[in-house]
Nanobody
């Protein structure tokens, strides 16, 4: 069955960086668009970024210029490089397959001094 496992979250100071990973299994990863979504405490899910099968990317305005999505189809892995972190980036980050609704359990990012 489809499995999506995120990793790489943690506690980081404002201005810091993290690299999130999402390892996929149970489906042909290279055939699907992949997305990152986040949910801040007490708020609803917020779309962050999507990468298409051809590598084209899209970003939410709130993260444009600071976040970079990428994929390694040989490793069935999705990445999110997060730079210049802000307190408002604090959230549970999870990867998802937009066309199927599958998602992982998420990895928590906390930005605090």
């Amino acid at each position: 069955q489809v499995q999506l496992v995120e990793s790489g979250g943690g506690l980081v100071q404002p201005g810091g960086s993290l690299r999130l990973s999402c390892t996929a299994s149970g489906f042909t990863f290279s055939n699907y668009y992949m997305s990152w979504v986040r949910q801040a405490p007490g708020k609803g899910p917020e779309w962050v970024s999507t990468i298409k099968t051809d590598g084209n990317t899209r970003y939410a305005d709130s993260v444009k210029g600071r976040f970079t999505i990428s994929r390694d189809n040989a490793k069935n892995t999705l990445y999110l490089q997060i730079n210049n972190l802000r307190p408002e980036d604090t959230a549970l980050y999870y990867c998802a397959v937009p066309s199927t609704g599958s998602r992982g359990q998420g990895t928590r990012v906390t930005v605090s001094s």
